[in-house]
């Protein structure tokens, strides 16, 4: 490695650090159960085969979501780096790698905001009803003020922009209190919260009239569709997207991990958790839809808005205005929305936040001033007028779709294909933690990437044909491959800029030597290892 | 509820929600891998 110094093998940089294990894993799962555990998984799964979509989904979790998982943490805790400064400790050359991480990162965050905002205001509307009486007409016409699809308004929303602002200004604060008094404190108390009160919602619409006939609605299997390979994808990317996989938000949170973790368990905790939320997810969106069904007497397959911010801001507020109780419900659901969106919005500007800590020398709480003040700007101007919806819409659908999946394909590509560090990152996971991946894990990460390189073709293809939504040529241009083109600046860019601070004392523990690995990166090992010897 | 829908639910409870407690478990019974080499020790950075 080029940064490699001669300095003493025990001398480690200052870094952050975690409080403990627990604090870890419930700032992960915090960062992966977010708005796409509530919206799009029941909408997923309903759309690709019911309760077959289990199969190719639990499928997807054990071959991909795990194999990623390890992989980020893994790059995060070796390297010890936010994922600028980790990819480029992988391969000098990989630095990008991490920006475009950061820089998708930046983008999510500016529209995620948007959302937990209009989640905010609804749960104030939530005590008097306010968007009962025509939940499609007040949140398009009244709240959001929309105007004509495909055009750029400046024209404010007002009450839009003061949830906006009030929630650029908690995030800011939470990113500026630090690691530890700030987003794990957040972790610690938001999660069991978050917990308990979807558990709350779940129960209770479990016990409403209809709830049985969405529940069998969602997981009424159709075997047929397992023979589709869309199914499939869709599969593999729900379980990528909502896991936060190729954000560097992992890579980020494990880098704030002491050396001496375990790493492993924890992971399979992490993951397990968040498609168990999903799962509870799942089951109370549709047994709150069944309940929606039957009041209107029609089937749950004809009911409209089953995914996305459709089935949060109408369909949701329409199952609560029939709802007795409702005022309490629709108030617990948005809270739980807030709770859910803050804690992943954290985790992404704590990706961005870290790089420039690393990348400027800058403390994070200037670093938090100046990313968040940025964002909040741009996020006031893009989102808060007459057009956000379909600005977010559009940056969204490019951002997450091709943006998310490029981090994977280039992040992998740099570790495994380029770097050689396979070996190297199986060994440091098996040295530290208790339960060794084993070398099947580099065969799957390296089968993942391929299938993520069908997908990330298969999707661009698709854009480029096909457009998106009906919105104007010159929009999606200037918006969605703006954002791309975005994307591939800042990882071409941001590598030009010096480090401020001397990177150059590292030394990864365990050494090399310690792991049975030859001094140099890629010259061929033949020494087995095993890691319960020590040393 | 049909049995099929049934067994699908049944079987995704058990799987995800048994994989969450088994390795929360697991995790308990042995938080750190007590074979680690030497070395590692971190800087503690005051809050």
Same mark, same amino acid.
């Given at each position: 490695?080029?940064?490699?110094?001669?300095?003493?093998?025990?001398?480690?940089?200052?870094?952050?650090?975690? #409080?403990?294990?627990?604090?870890?894993?419930?700032?992960?799962?915090?960062?992966?159960?977010?708005?796409?555990?509530?919206?799009?998984?029941?909408?997923?799964?309903?759309? %690709?085969?019911? !309760?077959?979509?289990?199969?190719?989904?639990?499928?997807?979790?054990?071959?991909?979501?795990? =194999?990623?998982?390890?992989?980020?943490?893994?790059?995060?805790?070796?390297?010890?780096?936010?994922?600028?400064?980790?990819?480029?400790?992988?391969?000098?050359?990989?630095?990008?790698?991490?920006?475009?991480?950061?820089?998708?990162?930046?983008?999510?965050?500016?529209?995620?905001?948007?959302?937990?905002?209009?989640?905010?205001? /609804?749960?104030?509307?939530?005590?008097?009803?306010? /968007?009962?009486?025509?939940?499609?007409?007040?949140?398009?016409?009244? /709240?959001?003020?929309?105007?004509?699809?495909?055009?750029?308004?400046?024209?404010?929303?007002?009450?839009?922009?003061?949830?906006?602002?009030?929630?650029?200004?908690?995030?800011?604060?939470?990113?500026?209190?630090?690691?530890?008094?700030?987003?794990?404190?957040?972790?610690?108390?938001?999660?069991?919260?978050?917990?308990?009160?979807?558990?709350?919602?779940?129960?209770?619409?479990?016990?409403?009239?209809?709830?049985?006939?969405?529940?069998?609605?969602?997981?009424?299997?159709?075997?047929?569709?397992?023979?589709?390979?869309?199914?499939?994808?869709?599969?593999? !990317?729900?379980?990528?997207?909502?896991?936060?996989?190729?954000?560097? *938000?992992?890579?980020?949170?494990?880098?704030?991990?002491?050396?001496?973790? %375990?790493?492993?368990?924890?992971?399979?905790?992490?993951?397990?958790?968040?498609?168990?939320?999903?799962? &509870?997810?799942?089951?109370?969106?549709?047994?709150?839809?069944?309940?929606?069904?039957?009041?209107?007497?029609?089937?749950?397959?004809?009911?409209?808005?089953?995914?996305?911010?459709?089935?949060?801001?109408?369909?949701? =507020?329409?199952?609560?205005?029939?709802?007795?109780?409702?005022?309490?419900?629709?108030?617990?659901?948005?809270?739980?929305?807030?709770?859910?969106?803050?804690?992943?919005?954290?985790?992404?500007?704590?990706?961005?936040?870290?790089?420039?800590?690393?990348? &400027?020398?800058?403390?994070?709480?200037?670093?938090?001033?100046?990313?968040?003040?940025? #964002?909040?700007?741009?996020?006031?101007?893009?989102?808060?007028?007459?057009?956000?919806?379909?600005?977010?819409?559009?940056?969204?659908?490019?951002?997450?779709? &091709?943006?998310?999946?490029?981090?994977?394909?280039?992040?992998?590509?740099?570790? *495994?294909?380029?770097?050689?560090?396979?070996?190297?990152?199986?060994?440091?996971?098996?040295?530290?933690?208790?339960?060794?991946?084993?070398?099947?894990?580099?065969?799957?990460?390296?089968?993942?990437?391929?299938?993520?390189?069908?997908?990330?073709?298969?999707?661009?293809?698709? &854009?480029?044909?096909?457009?998106?939504?009906? /919105?104007?040529?010159?929009?999606?241009?200037?918006?969605?491959?703006?954002?791309?083109?975005?994307?591939?600046?800042?990882?071409?860019?941001?590598?030009?800029?010096?480090?401020?601070?001397?990177?150059?004392?590292?030394?990864?523990? =365990?050494?090399?030597?310690?792991?049975?690995?030859?001094?140099?990166?890629?010259?061929?090992?033949?020494?087995?290892?095993?890691?319960?010897?020590?040393? | 509820?049909?049995?099929?829908?049934?067994?699908?639910?049944?079987?995704?409870?058990?799987?995800?929600?048994?994989?969450?407690?088994?390795?929360?478990?697991?995790?308990?019974?042995?938080?750190?891998?007590?074979?680690?080499?030497?070395?590692?020790?971190?800087?503690?950075?005051?809050?």
């Amino acid at each position: 490695m080029a940064e490699q110094p001669a300095a003493a093998p025990h001398t480690h940089e200052k870094r952050e650090h975690w #409080s403990g294990q627990t604090a870890f894993i419930l700032a992960a799962i915090g960062s992966a159960v977010g708005l796409g555990n509530i919206w799009r998984f029941p909408g997923e799964a309903y759309d %690709n085969g019911g !309760g077959a979509f289990m199969i190719p989904y639990l499928v997807a979790l054990l071959t991909a979501g795990i =194999p990623i998982l390890f992989l980020e943490h893994a790059i995060g805790h070796r390297f010890r780096g936010s994922a600028p400064l980790a990819m480029k400790r992988v391969h000098r050359h990989a630095e990008g790698v991490g920006w475009l991480h950061v820089a998708i990162c930046f983008v999510i965050g500016l529209y995620y905001t948007a959302i937990i905002a209009w989640a905010l205001s /609804y749960f104030f509307f939530s005590f008097d009803l306010a /968007y009962a009486d025509d939940p499609a007409g007040f949140f398009t016409a009244d /709240y959001l003020q929309l105007g004509e699809a495909g055009t750029v308004s400046l024209s404010f929303v007002p009450h839009v922009i003061v949830p906006l602002v009030a929630v650029w200004l908690i995030t800011i604060v939470i990113l500026a209190l630090g690691l530890h008094r700030g987003v794990e404190r957040l972790n610690l108390i938001g999660i069991p919260v978050l917990v308990a009160t979807f558990m709350v919602i779940v129960v209770r619409a479990l016990f409403l009239e209809g709830a049985g006939d969405g529940v069998e609605a969602l997981f009424t299997p159709d075997f047929a569709a397992l023979s589709e390979p869309q199914v499939w994808i869709a599969a593999y !990317g729900q379980i990528f997207f909502s896991l936060s996989l190729a954000y560097g *938000i992992m890579i980020t949170y494990a880098s704030y991990r002491r050396r001496r973790s %375990n790493i492993t368990a924890p992971g399979l905790v992490v993951a397990f958790g968040n498609s168990s939320f999903e799962l &509870l997810a799942g089951i109370g969106v549709f047994a709150a839809l069944g309940f929606l069904a039957s009041q209107q007497g029609v089937a749950v397959g004809d009911l409209e808005g089953l995914a996305g911010p459709f089935l949060s801001f109408v369909t949701f =507020p329409a199952v609560i205005a029939e709802m007795p109780g409702g005022q309490f419900f629709g108030a617990l659901f948005f809270a739980s929305l807030v709770l859910a969106g803050l804690t992943s919005l954290v985790s992404v500007l704590q990706v961005v936040s870290s790089a420039l800590q690393d990348k &400027l020398n800058l403390k994070p709480r200037t670093a938090a001033v100046a990313v968040g003040g940025t #964002s909040a700007v741009l996020s006031i101007v893009g989102f808060g007028t007459t057009t956000g919806l379909y600005l977010l819409d559009t940056v969204d659908q490019w951002s997450n779709q &091709l943006g998310i999946v490029a981090g994977a394909i280039t992040m992998i590509a740099a570790a *495994i294909w380029i770097g050689r560090r396979g070996h190297e990152l199986e060994r440091h996971l098996a040295a530290v933690s208790t339960i060794r991946p084993g070398k099947a894990w580099l065969w799957l990460v390296s089968a993942v990437a391929l299938l993520l390189i069908y997908m990330f073709v298969d999707k661009a293809v698709s &854009l480029l044909v096909d457009g998106y939504e009906g /919105y104007p040529t010159w929009y999606l241009v200037v918006f969605g491959w703006g954002t791309v083109a975005f994307l591939a600046l800042a990882a071409f860019l941001m590598p030009l800029l010096r480090w401020r601070k001397d990177i150059a004392r590292f030394h990864p523990w =365990p050494t090399r030597e310690q792991l049975k690995l030859p001094a140099e990166v890629g010259e061929r090992h033949t020494e087995d290892y095993d890691p319960r010897s020590g040393s | 509820m049909s049995g099929s829908a049934l067994a699908l639910l049944t079987v995704s409870i058990v799987l995800i929600w048994g994989g969450l407690a088994g390795s929360i478990i697991v995790l308990a019974r042995r938080p750190e891998n007590d074979h680690m080499p030497s070395g590692g020790e971190d800087t503690r950075v005051p809050d």
